[in-house]
């Protein structure tokens, strides 16, 4: 008769030449389960079942790492009620591994990452998101399941980013980070975040959604975005003031005329300050252009070619002696080699004291350009725009080439007329018949 199988029984075998197993024996013991003794010294303990017919092995822990003699008793158990139910405890085992793994690998930086370096970024848009992932999000939901985030982790992340704060630029320079603006980023960011995990079967529901946009009202049926701050369409003071406080700057040349350059063409500011003397060229029609390559475009659609008036030509011209050596017209800085830095025509609007945006510089140029009787659709393909109507989308691949290139000198000279205290006459410059090419 075998002698009932104790723990103290257990601390005291003594490893053999070969290894050797001691079966579970007593009144509480589970048919299969047993010791394997290894001359090396570890005791493991295995619970032998069949299933199918076929003869299996499952381990169930060591021990010398705490696994006692009840703890594999009650394990064992569990495995053979399984088997009874038809279920393989091995391959149910190894199928849990796998779903730690794949928690594991699910985590809301990991999702993240792999979102962020998918190849569709512009750079600029790619390095402002990872800004926000890695200052307002990935702190507080980084090493989180992206299966276990609540409506509750999105909004506290949210309300934070909401709240404006001293920080520190990329140079060391104070600033205030935070506002309505960029807590609608960051939940933005969330939410693509978790369309890439509701995409890869990692969660059935993007809880982000949930959360109100920052700055709506309870009730409001959609979120209406705020505009970057510019100037008003009966503004004139403001942009004269502008106009005319830019010449005297006693800022850097290349920063003047960026300034200048973006109010001709109302460009995205990245679009501009990146900009490379290679891509200026000359179009069908003979007369310079400015081509935005479709890496740097936001949406990455296409090419985006600027027409460019007398002016804007002009002060092009006389970036040549500065910055002709250099790949930029407008080069940092620090280094030549690369772009203007991003932060660089705000700081300049600033010591004007002027309270607009670079960006702002779009919603000017396109609300009084519809006032100067232009078509509408020709102002967004000059803001690059997709139109909103899908279908007409579909079937106009018009680019209203002739009319943007007299909307942008019509632009540059109102601009002209502006900063000299004249206005066009009769306010409204009949230009509709060329709008339908």
Same mark, same amino acid.
């Given at each position: 008769?075998?002698?009932?199988?104790?723990?103290?029984?257990?601390?005291?075998?003594?490893?053999?030449?070969?290894?050797?197993?001691?079966?579970?024996?007593?009144?509480?013991?589970?048919?299969?389960?047993?010791?394997?003794?290894?001359?090396?010294?570890?005791?493991?303990?295995?619970?032998?079942?069949?299933?199918?017919?076929?003869?299996?092995?499952?381990?169930?822990?060591?021990?010398?790492?705490?696994?006692?003699?009840?703890?594999?008793?009650?394990?064992?158990?569990?495995?053979?009620?399984?088997?009874?139910?038809?279920?393989?405890?091995?391959?149910?085992?190894?199928?849990?591994?796998?779903?730690?793994?794949?928690?594991?690998?699910?985590?809301?930086?990991?999702?993240?990452?792999?979102?962020?370096?998918?190849?569709?970024?512009?750079?600029?848009?790619?390095?402002?998101?990872?800004?926000?992932?890695?200052?307002?999000?990935?702190?507080?939901?980084?090493?989180?399941?992206?299966?276990?985030?609540?409506?509750?982790?999105?909004?506290?992340?949210?309300?934070?980013?909401?709240?404006?704060?001293?920080?520190?630029?990329?140079?060391?320079?104070?600033?205030?980070?935070?506002?309505?603006?960029?807590?609608?980023?960051?939940?933005?960011?969330?939410?693509?975040?978790?369309?890439?995990?509701?995409?890869?079967?990692?969660?059935?529901?993007?809880?982000?959604?949930?959360?109100?946009?920052?700055?709506?009202?309870?009730?409001?049926?959609?979120?209406?975005?705020?505009?970057?701050?510019?100037? !008003? #369409? *009966?503004?004139?003071? $403001?942009?004269?003031?502008? %106009?005319?406080?830019?010449?005297?700057?006693? @800022?850097? +040349?290349?920063?003047?005329?960026?300034?200048?350059?973006?109010?001709?063409?109302?460009?995205?500011?990245?679009?501009?300050?990146?900009?490379?003397?290679?891509?200026?060229?000359?179009?069908?029609?003979?007369?310079?252009?400015?081509?935005?390559?479709?890496?740097?475009?936001?949406?990455?659609?296409?090419?985006?070619?600027?027409?460019?008036?007398?002016?804007?030509?002009?002060?092009?011209? !006389? #970036? *040549?002696?500065?910055? $002709?050596?250099?790949?930029? %017209?407008?080069?940092?800085?620090?280094?030549? @080699?690369? +772009?203007?830095?991003?932060?660089?025509?705000?700081?300049?609007?600033?010591?004007?004291?002027?309270?607009?945006?670079?960006?702002?510089?779009?919603?000017?140029?396109?609300?009084?350009?519809?006032?100067?009787?232009?078509?509408?659709?020709?102002?967004?393909?000059?803001?690059?725009?997709?139109?909103?109507?899908?279908?007409?989308?579909?079937?106009?691949?018009?680019?209203?080439?002739?009319?943007?290139? *007299?909307?942008?000198?019509?632009?540059?000279?109102? %601009?002209?007329?502006?900063?000299?205290?004249?206005?066009?006459?009769?306010?409204?410059?009949?230009?509709?018949?060329?709008?339908?090419?």
């Amino acid at each position: 008769m075998l002698k009932a199988l104790t723990d103290r029984a257990i601390s005291t075998a003594k490893p053999g030449a070969k290894p050797r197993k001691i079966f579970d024996s007593g009144r509480d013991s589970v048919a299969g389960l047993f010791l394997l003794v290894r001359p090396a010294g570890s005791k493991l303990w295995r619970l032998r079942y069949w299933l199918n017919g076929s003869e299996r092995l499952l381990a169930l822990g060591d021990y010398n790492e705490g696994v006692t003699l009840s703890a594999a008793r009650e394990t064992a158990r569990a495995a053979k009620r399984a088997v009874a139910d038809g279920v393989d405890p091995v391959a149910q085992r190894r199928a849990g591994a796998a779903e730690r793994q794949r928690s594991m690998a699910a985590t809301f930086g990991a999702v993240a990452a792999a979102w962020l370096d998918d190849g569709k970024w512009v750079p600029a848009v790619k390095r402002q998101y990872a800004r926000y992932l890695d200052r307002d999000i990935l702190p507080a939901l980084g090493p989180m399941p992206v299966a276990d985030l609540r409506r509750s982790d999105i909004a506290a992340v949210v309300k934070r980013a909401e709240r404006q704060r001293r920080s520190k630029d990329v140079h060391g320079r104070p600033k205030v980070v935070g506002g309505t603006i960029a807590a609608r980023h960051v939940r933005t960011v969330m939410v693509s975040v978790l369309v890439e995990a509701v995409q890869r079967d990692l969660v059935d529901r993007n809880v982000a959604r949930d959360v109100p946009v920052p700055g709506t009202r309870k009730g409001d049926a959609a979120h209406r975005p705020t505009p970057f701050r510019h100037f !008003g #369409l *009966r503004d004139d003071e $403001g942009l004269r003031n502008l %106009l005319t406080s830019v010449d005297s700057y006693g @800022g850097e +040349p290349t920063s003047i005329a960026a300034t200048k350059l973006l109010l001709f063409l109302f460009t995205r500011p990245s679009e501009l300050r990146c900009a490379r003397w290679d891509e200026l060229t000359v179009g069908a029609d003979g007369q310079p252009l400015l081509v935005i390559p479709r890496e740097r475009m936001k949406s990455r659609r296409e090419q985006h070619e600027v027409p460019l008036s007398r002016q804007a030509v002009a002060i092009i011209e !006389g #970036l *040549r002696p500065l910055t $002709g050596d250099t790949p930029y %017209l407008f080069p940092n800085r620090r280094d030549r @080699g690369r +772009p203007m830095g991003s932060s660089t025509l705000q700081r300049v609007l600033e010591r004007l004291g002027v309270d607009v945006t670079p960006h702002g510089f779009r919603h000017t140029a396109s609300t009084r350009l519809h006032e100067l009787g232009f078509d509408s659709l020709a102002i967004e393909a000059a803001l690059a725009h997709s139109d909103s109507n899908r279908i007409r989308a579909r079937y106009n691949m018009s680019t209203f080439e002739a009319t943007r290139r *007299r909307m942008m000198q019509a632009w540059a000279d109102c %601009l002209d007329n502006l900063k000299a205290g004249r206005k066009p006459a009769g306010n409204v410059i009949p230009l509709r018949a060329g709008g339908a090419e």
